[in-house]
Nanobody
Framework: QVQLQESGPGLGKPSQTLSLTCTVS??????????WSWIRQPPGKGLEWLGV???????YYSPSLKSRTTISRDTSKNQFSLQLVFVTPEDTAVYYC?????????????WGQGTQVTVSS
């Protein structure tokens, strides 16, 4: 069983950088055919895919957020991280890390529990 756990500060100020880390257990983030993504859900809204890092470390980002988003990994710790710069209150959301699976990576088969991030002045 794969388990994912988000960690990081839950409160930020506008213009700051949001930094979250996902710790993965039960599977390696370097195993082929899987990728590791960040998804968020603002209050009262749907899920929004932010980006992903694949098993080779290649990253792909939502076009609407790519200019502010960086996903990286630490393979020695089996962790991957999200940085979102110049945050605004509209970045307030529950942030999830997930594993992407399937031939088209269409299935997010494992999720972290989510962590609330609130951006306010």
């Amino acid at each position: 069983q794969v388990q994912l756990q988000e960690s990081g500060p839950g409160l930020g100020k506008p213009s700051q950088t949001l930094s979250l880390t996902c710790t993965v257990s039960g599977g390696s983030i370097t195993t082929s055919d899987y990728a590791w993504s960040w998804i968020r859900q603002p209050p009262g809204k749907g899920l929004e895919w932010l980006g992903v890092i694949d098993y080779d470390g290649c990253t792909y980002y939502s076009p609407s957020l790519k200019s502010r988003t960086t996903i990286s990994r630490d393979t020695s710790k089996n962790q991957f991280s999200l940085q979102l710069v110049f945050v605004t209150p509209e970045d307030t959301a529950v942030y999830y890390c997930t594993r992407e699976a399937g031939n088209g990576y269409e299935e997010n088969d494992y999720w972290g529990q989510g962590t609330q991030v609130t951006v306010s002045s």
